[in-house]
């Protein structure tokens, strides 16, 4: 199992569609998983510590864990089957493991409320995560560095001695 942490939400700019990057925990590994509206607003209002005045479904759903006795103890993404990701709540009640099928976009936005790990499988994570390479694209920085060196040269081919 990897452990991994939630990276970011973003939003398609073609279809408006949500994803969840998560990021494996001390690597550069990512895995993005596809995730509705309702699941990314969920996540992202407790990334940015937003109180809001009554308990979304995902509250609710740790609440209930917690007045039965319970915790969860972690998440695990264990399969991807055409391309759809599968997770299971993990959860501790009166010294039983208890394991629930849940949808992975589900699980994370309990694990983020429970302060629960989340993990992925390894087969997962070798499967769709995405690493980054020596190709990547270049800095907004060095994009910028890079169309002023035209300027640069520009410049330097001036003979101000002329003014």
Do not use: C
Request: glycine letters at 4%; a negative charge; hydrophobic letters at 40%.
């Amino acid at each position: 199992m990897i452990e991994v942490v939630v990276d970011s939400i973003r939003v398609s700019l073609i279809n408006q569609q949500r994803i969840v990057v998560l990021r494996e925990k001390d690597s550069d590994r990512h895995l993005v998983i596809w995730i509705g509206h309702a699941e990314a607003d969920a996540i992202t209002l407790k990334l940015q510590g937003q109180e809001v005045p009554r308990p979304m479904t995902h509250d609710l759903l740790k609440n209930a864990i917690e007045a039965l006795g319970g915790t969860l103890d972690h998440v695990y993404i264990h399969e991807l089957r055409n391309d759809t990701y599968y997770a299971t709540l993990v959860i501790e009640a009166g010294g039983r493991r208890l394991e629930i099928d849940s949808r992975s976009s589900d699980a994370i936005a309990l694990a983020i409320r429970a302060q629960a790990p989340i993990f992925v499988a390894d087969a997962v994570m070798d499967k769709a995560g995405i690493a980054p390479t020596e190709e990547e694209e270049p800095t907004p920085q060095q994009k910028s560095e890079d169309e002023l060196g035209v300027f640069r040269e520009f410049l330097e081919s001036l003979d101000l001695d002329d003014l």
